[in-house]
C-alpha cells in the first residue's frame, strides 16, 4: 500500500516554515513514536497536532473539518455501539462508517502475481477494509458511530453505512465539513504545505488539481497503483518455491496462515494472510499493526506501523524468495 511515514520538523524564522519529512513522526513530547508511550505515542493519535503549540491558528482551521474527541482509542473503536452491519462484522468493536456501495478497483495482474490464466483477487477483506475506512481518502476521518459521553446526541446507527455531517457537527457548536483524509490532503496537507497527508491516501484524487474530494460523489476507489490486497496467497500450490513464494508454516482455518517462529501463534512481528471466505489473502494488516510493532531493542515502533522492518528488503523477502 502507498502508506509511508513521515516526520515534521518546523523550523521558526520570519515569516518562513520549513518544513522536512522523514521516516519517523514528531520528536517532541507529544508525539516520538516510543515503545513506552503506546499508541497515544504515534501518529495514529488523531487528537494530536504538531503545530497546536507553535500555529495555534493553523490547528483552529484544521478542527473546522474534523471533530477532536479528546480521546485516542474513538476513532476505531468502541465498547458499545460497534458496527454490526454486513460490511462492519468481523472487525474489532468498530467505530466507523463501513459503505458497502464503495468498489475498489485491486491490483490486479494475474501473470505477476504468479496465477497465470487464473483470476485470484477478490475484494478488500475487513483486515483492509479497516484500514480503508481513512486511508483510501473517501470517508471522513471521523465519521464514526458513537461518540465519547451519554445521550441520543451521540450515538447513530445510520452511521453504521452512511457519513451523516449533520450528526458529526453535534460534537461543536462550529459548523463543521468533515473532510475526508483525501479532501484534507488535496486542500492544505499537500505537496509543499505543512505535513504532506498525500502520501497517505491510497485511492485516487479529486478530478482535478485543488477540487475538493467529495466522499458523496465517490463511488469506486482506485488501487492498481498499490500493493495487492484482497489476493490469495499460492498456498496451495505443490511448489510454492517455483513461483517465488515462501511456504507459511502455522494455519488457522477461517482466521489466518502466518509464519510462525515456534510458538504456535500469530505474534504481531509475524506477516500473516487472511481467511475472509475465499482462503489466505493478502490484506494490509498482513503487513502493517495499526497499534505499533516495537523494534529489536524495544525502544521505537517500526516505522509505518510495519510488522517487520524493510531493511535489506527483510519485510518483502519474508513472502518473496528474490
Known sequence: MKIVAWL??????????????ADGWDPDTRANN??????????????????????????????????????VCVYCHTPHGANTS???????LWNRTVNPSLTYQPYDMPTTLGFAGEQNVTHPGPASLTCLSCHDGVTAVDSIINMPGSGP?????????????????????????????????????????????SNF??????????EPYLMQTVSSVDLR?????????????????????RVINAEVPGRYAFFDDGNGRADKDEIRLYD????????????????????????????SFLRVSNE????????HIK
Open 153 to 197: 446526541d451521540r450515538y447513530m446507527e445510520s452511521q453504521e453505512t452512511s457519513v451523516n455531517t449533520g450528526f458529526l457537527g453535534g460534537w461543536s457548536t462550529s459548523t463543521y465539513v468533515h473532510y475526508s483524509l483525501g479532501a484534507c490532503a488535496y486542500q492544505c496537507h499537500n505537496e509543499g504545505m505543512p505535513a504532506d497527508f
Open 225 to 245: 497503483d498499490d500493493h495487492p490486497i484482497g489476493v490469495l496467497y499460492p498456498t496451495a500450490l505443490t511448489n510454492q518455491a517455483w513461483v517465488g513464494f
Open 34 to 71: 516510543l515503545v513506552a508511550e503506546g499508541i497515544k505515542g504515534t501518529r495514529h493519535n488523531m487528537t494530536m497536532s504538531y503545530m497546536e503549540d507553535d500555529f495555534p491558528q493553523f490547528v483552529v482551521t484544521m478542527d473546522i473539518y474534523r471533530n477532536n474527541y479528546g480521546e
Open 8 to 21: 515534521v520538523l518546523i523550523v521558526v524564522a520570519p515569516g518562513v516554515i520549513s518544513i522536512g519529512h
Open 312 to 319: 535489506a528488503s527483510a519485510l518483502c523477502l519474508t513472502c
Open 276 to 303: 475472509s471466505g475465499e482462503g489466505f489473502e493478502v490484506e494490509c494488516a498482513s503487513c502493517h499493526d495499526p497499534h505499533g510493532v516495537p523494534d529489536a531493542a524495544n525502544v521505537e515502533f517500526i516505522p
Open 86 to 92: 454486513s460490511g462492519g462484522l468481523r472487525m474489532p
Open 201 to 210: 491516501v491510497t485511492g485516487a484524487g479529486p478530478s482535478g488539481v485543488g
